[in-house]
Nanobody, 119 residues
Framework: QVQLVESGGGLVQAGGSLRLSCAASGSIFSINVMGWYRQAPEKQRELVAHITSGGSTNYADSVKGRFTISRDNAKNTLYLQMNSLKPEDTAVYSC?????????????WGQGTLVTVSS
């Protein structure tokens, strides 16, 4: 069974930094795209950033210049470095991965980690 486990969320003051991690485990042949979504209370889920296996990245306009997505393909781990955090960044952050396993291609989601930014 393939799973993604996130860590690194928590409470931080505005202007501070946090680093989220997302580790994939199980029967994985390869991982193509990995990324982060977030959902704030009473708001729609939005894409924060994603990264391909080749390292190409894409960011939401709201986080450009503040967040950096990266991955360690050898460890099947995804990261999100979040700097200059703002109260509006408060949300549950979930990672996802498009991967190839023994039964074919699948999309896997993590359980989510809460990030709270105080003003």
């Amino acid at each position: 069974q393939v799973q993604l486990v996130e860590s690194g969320g928590g409470l931080v003051q505005a202007g501070g930094s946090l680093r989220l991690s997302c580790a994939a485990s199980g029967s994985i042949f390869s991982i193509n795209v990995m990324g982060w979504y977030r959902q704030a209370p009473e708001k729609q889920r939005e894409l924060v950033a994603h990264i391909t296996s080749g390292g190409s990245t894409n960011y939401a306009d709201s986080v450009k210049g503040r967040f950096t997505i990266s991955r360690d393909n050898a460890k099947n781990t995804l990261y999100l470095q979040m700097n200059s955090l703002k109260p509006e960044d408060t949300a549950v952050y979930s990672c996802y991965a498009h991967m190839l396993g023994p039964k074919g291609y699948l999309e896997v989601w993590g359980q989510g980690t809460l990030v709270t930014v105080s003003s």
